[in-house]
Nanobody, 123 residues
Framework: QVQLVESGGGLVQAGGSLRLSCAASGRTFSSYTMGWFRQAPGKERDFVAAINWSGRTTAYANTVKGRFTISRDNAVNTVSLQMDSLKPEDTAVYYC????????????????WGKGTLVTVSS
């Protein structure tokens, strides 16, 4: 069982930066692929970024590649998402998720989810 709690959301102007964090409980955190998804109002929950258990392999959605960076610290059970050059279209609730398998971008393959943190980017 893994419990996830996101933090770091807020209001930022276009072109600005935010850093999201996700704190995980459970002794087996280091064995999970961790991912970030986002959901804008009235839209599906979409993949943003993922990182494998060791941190050596990452994956990004094309819409955020080059602007967002995912990282993890297994010593403190935390995964982070550094978001730079933010755009109004990045506005969404951002969710942290854990998958008990190798790195994946597929929402249905993630077993555990946080409650989300809201990111609002003003133009």
């Amino acid at each position: 069982q893994v419990q996830l709690v996101e933090s770091g959301g807020g209001l930022v102007q276009a072109g600005g930066s935010l850093r999201l964090s996700c704190a995980a409980s459970g002794r087996t955190f280091s064995s999970y692929t961790m991912g970030w998804f986002r959901q804008a109002p009235g839209k599906e929950r979409d993949f943003v970024a993922a990182i494998n258990w060791s941190g050596r392999t990452t994956a990004y959605a094309n819409t955020v590649k080059g602007r967002f960076t995912i990282s993890r610290d297994n010593a403190v059970n935390t995964v982070s998402l550094q978001m730079d050059s933010l755009k109004p279209e990045d506005t969404a609730v951002y969710y942290c998720a854990a998958a008990g398998r190798d790195i994946t971008t597929l929402r249905h393959e993630y077993n555990y989810w946080g409650k989300g943190t809201l990111v609002t980017v003003s133009s």
